[in-house]
């Protein structure tokens, strides 16, 4: 995925400073409430990219089954634990459609080759 241009990327920051100026303001001085705050939106960020961590598990279930068990890339058998799912399209999120469940070794050379 290409980096933020430099003017994307400012209005990144100015986005991240404004929502540090509602952190503070809604938090009112108390430091605990501000520190959760910040983890609640965190997450919620994460969520919205990435799905929760049960809609991932489910999804990576119902891979497991529509492939046999067995590695999308490879076609050896996943392991029990550590199969990753793979997304074809990193911006298009975990669906049925955009991912493939493979094992660590060739979950780990797609994502090298997707630097590339
Ligand atoms: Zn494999």
């Not at 938090?27 to 609640?40: H, M, P």
């Not at 890339?73 to 799912?85: K, R, V």
Request: net charge positive; aromatic share 4%; proline share 4%.
């Amino acid at each position: 995925m290409p980096e933020l241009s430099e003017p994307d990327r400012l209005k990144a920051r100015a986005l991240l400073d404004d929502l540090r100026v509602k952190i503070d303001e809604a938090s009112a001085g108390d430091e605990a409430l501000r520190f959760q705050f910040k983890r609640y939106i965190a997450k919620r960020l994460e969520f919205d990219e990435r799905g929760t961590p049960t809609h991932r598990k489910r999804l990576k279930e119902q891979k497991r089954i529509a492939q046999n068990n067995l590695c999308a890339s490879c076609e050896e058998d996943l392991p029990e634990s550590g199969a990753e799912l793979h997304r074809v399209r990193a911006i298009a999120g975990y669906t049925v459609e955009n991912t493939r469940l493979l094992c660590p070794r060739c979950h780990a050379n797609a994502e090298a080759l997707a630097k590339l």
